[in-house]
């Protein structure tokens, strides 16, 4: 180091804050922060890909301990419809199942594994249809969309020629990229609240604080 360099901290082997905490496993992420009284929540899944709920029995999840409500759409409040062409997803607002995996329900209990539980033991049963599973199949089917999409921006109709498009650069950067490992997504969906009144108080990660900062309903600890 240079004698007028003042820098002591690029370039440096400076240890993280958090860096044992987390290696020893007693860093505390959001959804472990305590709250009074918390209830938990668990989706039920469709099974299938395509075609309609014909029977949903909640009966023996609804026996067990400490489950405190069942919500499908059956009982589910009702949104308000959007307009358009096509079908909207709107979760628990009807029996049409659009893809695997849909979220057909949620159990709320007094515990994560009492929730769990007890959506394990809810039984649909389905009248399935054939879903469409192969794009190229499909091609015949495809049309530009009316109108406008999302931000108000026109459907893009164009396509390019990659291959050409790369013959023809200036400058050409090839590189092997690994898959990118998210650290931030750790227990990133739990976020544990407390509503007192009007306001809310959320247990979250730190990527979050500028969309608290911005509402100004809920505060960040």
Known sequence: MNAGDTNIVVGKPLNRVDGRLKVTGEARYAAEFPVAKMTYGVTIQSAIAKGKIAQIDTKAAEQVPGVLAIITHLNAPKADGEKGGGHKVQVLQDNIVLYSGQHIGVVVADTFERAMYAASLVQVRYNEEKPTINMRDNLAKAYF??????REESPDSSH???????????VRVEQTYTPLQWKITIRWSLMPQQQFGKAINCCCMTQLREYFRLNKKLRRY
């Open 145 to 150: 969309p009316k109108g406008k999409i999302p």
């Open 160 to 170: 390019g020629n990659v291959n050409q498009g790369l013959a023809n650069a200036a």
